[in-house]
């Protein structure tokens, strides 16, 4: 017997990965770390909180584990689009019905034209493709230990989560809730009423007009351009602000129609007189009803359900740039909101009775993009804080002067008929960082209201 056949075989070591190890991590990877690493991401710059979405990720894994490769796909497909559905809702302040219902609306919009957008479809694309070659692999564990572990994954990356967001969790989901007590600029200031019929009424809904919250630079250019002589030899200017919910529709529907609430609700409506929405109210009193808007009609279905609260005219982005306004490109290409203030005041001059008209602005919807006629390229113009710190914020204040410069303009004109003129915003700026988001109140719009002298004497 040689020396080698004495030998005592060593033992083979304990291996360190089992088959259902391999199996717990690979499932792991897909419904843990590939179904949430998009939005994990974001976490460095802000986010929506994601509770639902990362335990809906986790136990569609679990159970669709045990299925077919296809079946596991699609299922981590729908968990993806709910986790995109929820984000987007979260981001923009809307109910998921809300979004849900406004798909249809997509083939209006240009995403194209936001590279945010464009970088953000890439990442999904790929995180797709790669979902399909790892789910070929077995996922299915079996042991009670493994489960448990999965188990702890998810709810420990819901807390981690939850635990990131804490600071900003009031920014995101605000639907009304039941019970709560109603108000609007349109209520603050009194501007209904004035409806007296002796003078025009101008509401203008300003998008994405955000309160400033302990941010100097931008609470002094707010309204900064109405500090004028000439403004304030013509009005009594007063400023305030209120509570906002969900998004711009929800707006209109809250300084138009008087409650918390969406446009769908007014669609299968057969009596409009219930609505008792404002411009139905002055059109009783012999006011002339209309609307402005630089986008297309169709969108929202604002063509349908403006003449259902009153509007007797409506003019979309096609006929204003009839009329000579300017195409403005971005996510929402249309008209160029400083060319409307024109149009507005000429609807007023030629006006042979009392008007309501109403006017929702569009070029500063979020992302602003440089470029594409906006008018937003030398930012630092405006504010060089702004430029160096808050850049797309920087943009919108372009916009937003470049609005008031054209409105104060033609409403201090000699010609300018006397009218009282409401400015809103429709909620905060939907930031998708929390750099930017922060910057504003989380619950609240601004509105300034400036109460036309004449030879009247004040209300």
Known sequence: MSYMDN????????????????????????????????FVAMWMVGAPPRALPIALAGFAGLIAKRMSHPLQWLAFVGVMIFS???????????????LVYSLQ?????????????????????????GSWFLLKRDTNFSKPLHILLGG???????????????????????????????????????????ADGKRHLVIIM????????????????????????????????????????????????????????????????????KLNCLPAQLAKKGYVTQAMHSFKGPFFKRDVWYPKIGFQKREFAAELQERGAEW???????????????????????????????????NTHLPVPTELNLNVDNCEQVSAELARDYPMICRQFAIFDDIDKALIKEITARDFPEAD?????????????????????PERVPWLYLKAKGSQPEG
């Open 7 to 38: 030998a005592i075989e060593a033992p083979a070591p304990a291996r360190l990965i089992t088959p259902d190890l391999a199996k717990f991590m690979n499932w792991a990877l897909v419904w843990i770390i590939l179904a949430n690493i998009p």
């Open 84 to 98: 995109l559905l929820s984000f987007v809702s979260g981001l923009f302040n809307l109910t998921l019905n809300s």
């Open 105 to 129: 609306f997509f083939a209006e919009i240009k995403p194209s034209n936001s590279i945010e957008y464009i970088a953000a479809t890439i990442v999904i694309i790929g995180i797709l493709i």
């Open 152 to 194: 702890a994954l998810i709810f420990g990356l819901v807390g981690a989560d939850a635990a990131v967001g804490e600071g900003m969790r009031g920014h995101y989901f605000r639907p009304a809730p039941a019970g709560t007590a109603f108000e609007s600029a349109v209520s603050k200031s009194g501007f209904a009423a004035r």
């Open 206 to 273: 300003v998008e994405s007009l955000g309160l400033p919250r302990e941010n100097q630079a931008m609470s002094d250019k707010l309204f900064a351009y109405y500090n004028d002589s000439a403004i304030n030899a013509r009005y009594h200017v007063s400023q305030g602000n209120s509570k906002y919910y969900n998004s711009t529709t929800a707006g209109e529907m809250r300084e138009l129609c008087g409650r918390w609430g969406d446009y769908y609700e007014l669609l299968e409506t057969t009596d409009p007189e």
């Open 328 to 362: 403005c490109g971005g996510v929402f290409a249309g008209a160029c909101d400083r060319q409307v203030p024109k149009m507005l005041a000429e609807n007023l001059k030629r006006a042979k009775q009392p008007v309501f008209q109403y006017w929702l602005t569009l």
């Open 421 to 441: 003129i409401l400015l809103v915003g429709d909620h905060m700026p939907p930031f998708y960082d929390r750099h930017h988001r922060s910057q504003f109140d």
